[in-house]
C-alpha cells in the first residue's frame, strides 16, 4: 500500500527497494506519519466507544429509573385509589353487605355498591372495573354487569388476594381474553374476618402510555414491560408487528424475567442489535426494559470514527508523498554526481559536478569536483612524463641509430684506406721514406679506428647495453698474453714494465673476459701514454670476495681536484694535454663504465709528477653462480 | 693455425666473386685476392651478384650487406632458394659492427662474418680460415697445403 507503483512485479519491487534510499526514507516516513495517528485514532475510537457506551446506558438507566418510578408512583396511586373506596363507611358497609346473607338487605347494598363504584370508573381512567367477590370466589358486584355471578378461583390473583392487598402482575385472563393486571384489597367485617375480596382491574393504556414516551430516546429508543408469564409485552411496542400476547426473547428480556436487573448489548426482540437497560419490578411481576439501536446510539461515534480513518488515510498519502518528495530532493544532487561520475569514467574530464547544497550531499560533490580535479592534475603530469620518457627514449635512440650509421659511414672510407695503405706496404716497391710515411699514416687510421670503437663501446655503456657474461678464466694465461703485447710498446718507450700476480688470487675466475681485457688493456695504455721515464707495473691481487687489478706508472699524475672528472667522457687532464698526449679521452671513461657494469669500482691515488695507480675491484667469483635457491638452503 | 701458406699461386684458377657498392672496399678485396691468383668478378649490388653467381658458379663470395638496389640479405635468400646457388658459401664483409649485426648474418644463413676495416695482412689467411670448413674449398686448398700439421686446425 505505500509501495510505489510497481504492479505486478515483485522483483522490481525488491529491486528498487535495494538499490534506492528512497525505500527507507518512505517506510520512514510512512511509520513517523501513521503510527502516531493510528495509534491514537485506534486508542481515542475505543475509548470513545467505551465512553458511549457508558454514557447510553447511564441515560438508558435514568430513563428506566424514571419509568419504573412511574409504575411505582401509577401503582400506589391504584392501591389508594381503592384503598380510599373501602375507606368509604357506606362503601365498605355495602360490600359487607353484599357478602351477607342473601336477602332484600343484600340486595339493596348490592345494588348500592355497583352504583357507587360505576360512578368511581365513571369519574376516573384509572380502573376499567371494580368487582367484588367472596371468599369462594363468587362475584356478587361488579361495574361490568355481565361478570357477575362469575367464578375467580382459577384467577391466578385469587389466592392472594384473600389474605392481603395485593397487585396481580399483568396476565393474560382467560375469562376476559384480555392482558389484565388485578389491584384488590380484603373486605373484612366487624369481627376482622375476611368476606370477600374488592378488586379494580387497572386500566394498562395508561401504563402504555407512559411507557412509550420516548424521553428523549431518539428514534430507535423505547421503554416497555415485559410480563413474567408466558414472556408477553405488558406495554405495546413502538414498532408494527408486534403485538402483545405473543412470547418474546432477548437477553434482555430473560435476563430480567428471571429476577436480574443490569445493562449489557445483545439482539433485542426486533431482532436488532441494541443496548439496553432491564430492571426487575417485583410489585408488578414484571420486567422493565429500555433499549435503544446500537447504530443510532454509536451514530455520532461511528461518524468520528469515519473521519478519524479518513484523515489517517490522508496523513499516510501524504507520508508517502512527502517521503518520495524528500528521497527525490535528497537523491537529486546524488543523481547528478553519478551522471557526472560515469562522464568522467567514459574519459570526459570536463565534467564537474553541481555542488548546489552546504549539506553533506554538497561536500561530497565538492570533494568529487577537487578529486576529479587532482585528477586531471596528475593524468595531465603523468602523461608530461610520459611524453618526457618518450622523447628520451627517441632521442636516445636516434642517438644510438646516429652513433650505429656514423660507425659504418667512417668504417668504409677506413677500411679503404687502410686497405690500400696495406697493399702498398706489401708491395715492397716503396723507399725507406716513403715506407715510414705509409705505416705513418696507416697508424693514424687505426687511432681513428680507435677512436670509433671507443665512441661506440662508451656510448653503449652509457646506454646501459653492453651485454655482460660470466666465464672462467685464467687470470694468469690472461695477464702474460697481456705483458707480451705491451712488452713492445715498453721497449719503444724505454719504460720498464712489470707484471705481478699475488699468490693468493685463484687461477681460474668467473668474469667477461672481454671486458676485463679491454680495462687492463686501457689502463696500461694510459699508464704508457703518460709516462715517458720509469715504469709501468701491473699487479693483480685477491681478498675474500675481490680481486684487484693495479696498474701504476712514474708519469705526470693527476691532481687530487681532477680525480672524479678524469673518469668522465672526454676528459684529460687539461684540454692541451690531449693535444701532448693524444688519444681519445675515453678510455679511463670506459674503465669506470666497465666496472660500474659489472659491480665493481675503479678508485686512484695520484700527485701530479708523482704518477698515478689505478685500482680496479671487482668481485671475486671462483664458482659457477649457483641456483638462488639452493643459495638460500646452504 | 692455418693449413695452408699465402702464395701468389694459391688461388691460381679459382673463381670469386666480390658484391659491394663501393668500388674502394671492392678493389682492396680485389687486390688482394688477386694477389693470391684468383679471377675477380664484382658486383655492385644483389642483383648483380646473383646474376654473377646464376652465371659464372664462383667457388665463394664475399659481400657487403647494406646495398642500393638490392641488399646482401636479400641477395643471400635468392641464392639460397636456387638450387644451383645454394651451396656456393657466402662471406659478409660489413661495416655494420653491432655485436646484433653478426648474429643477425648468422641466423640469416651467412657462412661467416668479417667486419670492416679488413686487415690487408691477414685478410686472405682469416678468409679461407673461414672456409675451410666447406668440403669443395677445403678439397682444393689441400693439394697446396704445406707443412707438417696436415689438416688440422
Redesign the interface.
Known sequence: MNQPPVNNNGEALFSWARRSIGFPLIVAFVLVAMLPVSIAVASSLAQWDRQAHQQIIAQLNSVSDLKAAQIHEWLAEKQSRLGLLLANSKANADAVDSLGPAGDHQALAVEALTQFLTEQVAATDAFDEFFLYDAQGKIWVSTAARQVGKNVVAEPYYKASLTAKSVQSPFYEVSSADLNMIVSQPVVDARGQTLGVLAGRANLAELSNTMTQRSGLGSSGETYLVSLENNYLVTASRFEGYPLTQAYHSQGIDRVLSGQSGSGVYVNYRGVQAIGVYEWLPEIHAGLVAEIDEVEALSPINASRTFSIIVATIAGILGVALGLGVTFWLTRPLRDLTRTAAAITTGDYTQRAAVTRQNEIGQLAAAFNKMTANLVQTIDELNQRIEEIRQAKEAARAKEVFL?TM???L?????????????M??SGKLDARNTHMVQRTRAN?ERL?ALINDI?EISRLEAGRQ?LVSEPIHIRDLVEKLQSQMDVLAETKGLKFAVEVGEEVPDTIYTDQDALTKMITNLLGNAFKFTDQGSVTLKVSSAADTFKIAVSDTGVGIPVHLHQVIFESFRQVDGSSTRAHGGSGLGLSIVHQLCKAMNGAVTLTSQPGQGSTFTVSLPLVTAQAVEPQLEQVV | MTAFTVSDTLLQGWKVLIVDDETDSAEVVQVLLEMCGAEILIANNGQQGFEYALKHRPQFIVSDLSMPTMSGWKMLEKLKTNPATANIPVIALTAHVQPTDRERAFSAGFHNYLAKPLEPETFVVELLNLLINVPAISEQLNPKIEGPSNGSQ
Open positions: 650505429a660507425s659504418h659511414e668504417r668504409t672510407p677506413l677500411n679503404a684506406m687502410i686497405g690500400f695503405l696495406g697493399i706496404g706489401m687510421a679506428l661506440l651485454q
